[in-house]
């Protein structure tokens, strides 16, 4: 069985404060099927409700030689652990909180102008679209097991 552990969170803040889609570092929050709780994207789309990317693929990026900061793919959660080869209905287990794989994040478009040759370099390991089974809590650090593979 594949483990790891979550090395960051990222949510986007609803307009309050500061900036509209301001995208911020956290270390933990609170999800369930319909997303992030106090996410600006919460109950916003049924399949797509988050994203996990995995260091892989920043570890691709720095060995092109690209500097980009962790986050800007735009995912929710970042392991340490390669999951890429997970199908959708894949279950993983993340703290107590479970997580059903929805499918691959197949959108690289606005990635172009962080680097031309990003969406290709990257392609097929970009993260994976996962939505929480029921409520629970995700914090940096947790421990991350494969339960099912999809």
């Known amino acids: ?14 307009d309050m404060l500061i ?6 570092s956290c270390e933990d929050f609170e999800c369930d099927p319909d997303g992030i709780l106090e996410d600006s994207n919460y109950e916003s789309d049924q399949d797509y409700v988050m994203m996990l990317t995995c260091q892989t693929t920043y570890d691709i990026i720095e060995e092109a030689e690209l500097v980009l900061e962790k ?4 995912e929710n959660v970042l392991v340490d652990i390669d ?3 997970l199908k959708k209905g894949s279950v993983i287990e993340l703290g107590d909180t479970l997580l059903e794989v ?13 680097a031309p040759e990003l ?22 650090g947790d ?3 494969v339960l099912k593979e999809g």
């Open 1 to 14: 069985m594949k483990s790891g552990k979550v090395l960051a969170l990222y949510m986007t803040m609803p």
């Open 19 to 24: 900036r509209t889609g301001h995208r911020m």
């Open 71 to 74: 986050g800007v793919l735009m």
């Open 83 to 85: 999951l890429y080869g």
């Open 102 to 114: 929805t499918g691959p994040c197949e959108s690289y478009g606005y990635l172009m102008a962080l």
């Open 119 to 140: 969406p290709e370099l990257i392609r097929g390991k970009r993260g994976l679209f996962v939505r929480p089974l029921d409520h629970g809590k995700l914090s940096v």
């Open 143 to 145: 421990e991350v097991k």
